[in-house]
């Protein structure tokens, strides 16, 4: 049996390869200090547990419901955007999806005919790259400055004829990067000028630390807005990843394309997520803002150690979300390896320390720390890379 050839060309999610690894080391009973994952470390606030358990009661999980989502949770999604700034949309402009990334899938789906390209900004999420080619696009990758954001020069650069969309991921995974208003608005210009769709990916936008001023692409001029697809989603903010519960909200014509898709893929995303999803757009935001206050917290106790660390390069702050990028090829050169992919294997082999090699987000000088781990963790897990190092070095 021949599997497809667009399947045999995708490579398997790495973030998902290294937590299977560390599976299988805590089944064996090893200690293992997990600093790649890509998720809240908190569970789901107990108000939107309550609300799903409320809604099975009431019977309503049980039936499908309209492919693009409850007309309830549409709207609630319209007023949160509202409210938080951004565009006014129509609730017919709000597709509910099996989570953001069905939502980006879907867009690519419908967005790009065969050798359409998307710029996407490296570092880039691990998913981009491989959802563009399997939707039979093909991903053109844009350097970003040290800052690890681009500019429309760069942006420039890479674009051509068949250039159809852009990716902006703000705050960023895998670097916490913000970009500014006057940053985005240049984006924003140049793709209006030149016909490029922008995809916003906010799926961070609530996980802000104090004092850093958040724009959104959808905040900006008419015209911007009306040339933005924005994603986001529950997982991140309200700690709901395993609910899978996102959302598009753009141009009409797109947003219709996308409800065929979805109706004849996943059909509506899950009844009772959905439930909980609406319970999260309408209920009190206290536990988003708490959790984000744990995460700059702990930022502040792992940005100096890890700063102090032979071999690790530390540029810009996080202003958002809940990861760390070092430059780490030289502390993997200091302990006799060539490559940080061998680092990372071997740290988490012999001290049971887990992080992502940044290879898998198009920067494999790098890699990636998740923070979304207690105080507790991130100090043992310092402790053990500072001794890793003085060891083999
Ligand atoms: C930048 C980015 N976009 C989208 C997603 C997808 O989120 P979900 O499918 O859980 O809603 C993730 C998840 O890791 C992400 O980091």
């Known amino acids: 049996m021949q599997v497809a050839k667009k399947i045999a060309a995708i490579t398997p999610s790495a973030t998902l390869a290294v937590a299977a690894q560390t599976k299988a080391m805590k089944a064996q009973g090893q200690a293992v ?5 890509g998720q809240p470390d908190f569970p789901t606030p107990a108000f939107i547990d309550a609300a799903a358990k409320t809604a099975i009661d009431a019977n309503q999980a049980s039936f499908y419901l309209p492919a693009t989502g409850l007309p309830a949770l549409k709207k609630a999604i319209a007023t949160h955007l509202a409210t938080r700034g951004g565009a006014t949309y129509d609730p017919t402009q709000i597709v509910v999806t099996t989570g953001a990334k069905f939502a980006l899938y879907s867009l690519f789906s419908v967005l790009l005919e065969p050798g359409d390209e998307v710029l996407v900004p490296i570092p880039a999420w691990v998913s981009y790259i491989e ?25 420039e650069a890479q674009r051509g004829p068949a250039t159809k969309a852009v990716i902006i991921n703000s705050p960023q995974n895998p670097t916490g990067a913000v970009y500014s208003r006057a940053e985005l608005q240049a984006i924003g210009d140049w793709a209006v000028a030149h016909g490029v769709l922008l995809i916003a990916d906010d799926i961070y936008r609530d996980l802000i630390y104090h004092d850093v001023a958040y724009t959104s692409l959808t905040e900006l001029s008419p015209e911007t807005v009306a040339n933005t697809v924005l994603i986001s989603g529950v997982s991140k903010s309200y700690a709901m990843t395993g609910w899978r519960i996102g959302f598009a909200a753009g141009p009409r014509k797109l947003m219709q394309a996308m409800a065929t898709f979805i109706g004849h893929t996943t059909g509506n995303a899950t009844a009772v997520a959905q439930y909980a999803a609406l319970a999260a757009y309408t209920g009190d935001d206290r536990t988003v803002f708490q959790m984000c206050d744990a995460f700059e917290k702990r930022l502040d106790l792992v940005w100096p150690r890890l700063s102090q660390l032979s071999g690790f390069q530390l540029e810009e702050k996080p202003q958002g979300a809940f990861y760390l990028f070092p430059r780490a090829i030289e502390a993997a050169q200091m302990t006799g390896f060539s ?13 049971g320390v887990a992080v992502v090699p940044g290879r898998a987000f198009g920067m494999p000088d790098h890699l990636r720390i998740s923070y979304a781990a207690s105080e507790a963790t991130l100090k043992a897990a310092l402790d053990r890379m500072q001794a890793f190092m003085k060891k083999y070095r």
């Open 339 to 351: 490559t940080v992919d061998d680092f990372a294997a071997a740290l988490l082999a012999k001290t």
């Open 33 to 37: 200090f997990d600093l790649s994952i």
């Open 131 to 155: 959802q563009i080619k399997l939707a039979g696009g093909r991903p053109i990758l844009v350097p970003s400055a040290a800052t690890f954001k681009v500019t429309p020069a760069q942006l």
